[in-house]
């Protein structure tokens, strides 16, 4: 087990990650990665498992493509990235392009056309089954995906194959491209829906290491429903200068700006894993 503090000091870690990595171009999709720090930080080092080589058991598939800097930091934390690499995010020629490629280390699938990811984490976890794997499939997705037709069917038909090992992290950042998605196209109670289409479903405050920890625990009963779990965020999260951004979905911005943001975030000099428990 990773201890809060420890997840806490990663999470820190990520964060500035994600700030160099956008100061490098001048500009990414720094509030969603700032936002998903913690749930990357609990996932990664906490709660999916490894093989003893090292190696991923459980899956994570990443609806939200332009949500990526969030996985590509956390891979960085990992090592699985050089933070030289890291820093041509969004670059001409650079292999992390802003939504990812699949193929890509760390990355299973294409995400940059909204909506899919869902319906292929439903299609790993039943092969895994077939295969007669005990691999867990997380799948993050956003609250402006809820608004796709195909998210729901997704959502169906892993109820209908009892689908325990599937886990659904929403992203609710209440805000999409076009504005607040409560304004666009409302999308609540979520947790009410997903439990109607079957689902075991929670919300939390997704930037509360210990609310977290409690809430992926709870996935981990043997159970026959898969799992769906609000994650309510704060794009910016951890970065006055972000947060207090009117409109977050993509920001870019002066040197200035990403120099301030590494001094609000403070250092975290040295941190690196190689692996995690
Ligand atoms: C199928 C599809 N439709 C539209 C888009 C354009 N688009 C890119 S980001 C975005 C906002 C989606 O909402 P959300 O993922 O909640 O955004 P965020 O919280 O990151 O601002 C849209 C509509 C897309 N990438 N894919
Ligand atoms: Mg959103």
Known sequence: MTTDEELSRIATS??????????????????????????????????????????????????TGHSAIALYATLGELGEYADEELATYGMDASRIEESPLA?????????????QGLSQAVGFALGDRLRGSDARTFCLISDGELQEGQIWEAIMS???????????LI??????????????MGIEPIP????????????????????????????RAQS???????????P??????????????????GDDVWAQALAEIGSTAGVRHASAE
């Open 158 to 168: 892993a109820a209908h194959y009892r689908l325990g090992s599937l886990v659904l």
């Open 171 to 184: 992203d609710n950042n209440r805000m999409q491209a076009d504005g607040d998605t409560a304004e666009v």
């Open 14 to 63: 990520i964060r500035r990650r994600c700030v160099t990595m956008c100061r490098g171009r001048g500009q990414g999709y720094v509030g969603q990665g700032l936002a998903l720090a913690d749930l990357m930080a609990s996932l990664y080092f906490d709660e999916m498992r490894r093989d003893p080589t090292g190696a991923l058991h459980d899956r994570f598939i990443l609806s």
């Open 236 to 253: 910016g999260k951890g970065v006055p200068t972000i947060e207090a951004y009117e409109k977050v979905h993509y920001v870019r911005a």
């Open 103 to 115: 193929g890509l280390p760390g990355f299973h699938i294409t995400g940059g056309s909204l909506g």
């Open 224 to 234: 026959d429903r898969p799992h769906g779990i609000v994650c309510d965020t704060l």
């Open 192 to 219: 009410d829906k997903l439990a109607a289409f079957g689902f075991a479903a929670q919300r939390v405050d997704a930037n509360n290491l210990p609310a977290l920890r409690a809430a992926l625990e709870a996935t």
